[in-house]
């Protein structure tokens, strides 16, 4: 599965998707919308990002690869947001950089790269 890195929202530089299982602790996990689009959800104990979830693809739930036990379990296919990056960053991996989204987005009409705010 191709996964996403990106800086918009995220207040980090690398965002990776996958799926796990729910092992309780539900009751711990705080969410907030940042934009009309996204909701983020993070540890209510320590303030960990773990999911953002977009209107644009309501069936699906990215989870933050920072907040995994092994986040080199899960290989990032792309970089998205490079626009909003620091000027010294500029990945090395030989990726795909996109200055906002890529124009083939799933849940986007095609071509289209940015987002209401
Ligand atoms: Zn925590």
């Known amino acids: 599965m191709p996964t996403g890195i990106g800086i918009r ?5 690398h965002r990776s998707a996958t799926s796990i299982p729910d092992n309780g602790g539900a009751d ?3 969410a907030f919308t940042p934009t009309s689009f996204s909701e983020r959800r993070y540890c209510g104990d320590c303030g960990t990002p773990l999911t953002i979830h977009v209107a644009h693809q309501a069936d699906e ?3 933050a690869v920072g907040s995994l036990d092994d986040p080199s379990a899960v290989a990032p296919g792309f ?3 490079m626009s909003h ?4 960053l500029r990945p090395l991996d030989g990726l795909p950089t996109f ?4 124009p ?7 071509g289209k790269t940015t987002l209401p705010g």
């Open 9 to 13: 929202g995220h207040g980090v530089h």
């Open 28 to 30: 711990r996990i705080l």
């Open 61 to 63: 739930l990215d989870i």
């Open 79 to 81: 970089h998205i947001y």
């Open 85 to 88: 990056a620091p000027d010294w």
């Open 99 to 102: 200055d906002e989204l890529r």
């Open 104 to 110: 083939a987005t799933r849940g986007l009409p095609e």
